[in-house]
């Protein structure tokens, strides 16, 4: 037996795909796909939040140097407003590094739900959810890879179905 994918959730043999506490043989798979589920509006608001985040220290700066220059003030307030939005700005650099390793890391997760369907003796199943495409495609890739390795006339997956539109099939 070939283990070709383990988290704490799933496990893809070559014997066996478990999920939880399931597993289900190989041999019962008939055709595999995967479909994208809708857009997650709570990531992609988190992903602007992000943004916004980045942008507001440079703004302040920006308004606290206008400030310090327009207004008719005296020479240690106008350096003490232009000096402190210097040094806002200053600031946003190290702040900008840890906001774009989490924008990042929004990305790597996605904005959708994906999941692995299999025919299971005729019947559709859902195998597999999840919104990390990373920890997707290496299930989805290794679930290929165990139906390549234990077909013995050619692979068992079929390609992969794109439809956005297409309607859920029954768990």
Known sequence: ?????????????????????RAIPLGLLGRVWHRRGSRSWGALAGR???GMTMLLPLVLAALGIAVG?????SANTT??????????GL????????????????YTRGSRRLEIWADVRGTPMCLVETDDRLRF??????????????????????APA??????????
Do not use: C, H, N, W
């Not at 946003?92 to 990042?104: I, K």
């Open 1 to 21: 037996m070939t283990e070709f994918y383990r988290d704490p959730e799933v496990t893809v043999t070559t014997e066996a795909i478990r999920v939880g506490g």
């Open 48 to 50: 602007g939040a992000i």
């Open 69 to 73: 220059v327009s207004i008719d003030a």
């Open 79 to 88: 350096v003490l407003l232009v000096g402190g939005g210097i040094l806002l």
């Open 91 to 106: 600031a946003t650099g190290p702040v900008a590094d840890l906001l774009f390793e989490r924008l990042d890391r929004s």
């Open 137 to 158: 495609g290496q299930i989805y890739r290794a679930l290929q890879r165990a139906l390549d390795a234990g077909a013995p006339a050619g692979p068992r997956a079929a």
């Open 162 to 171: 794109r439809s956005k539109a297409s309607p859920r099939a029954p768990r």
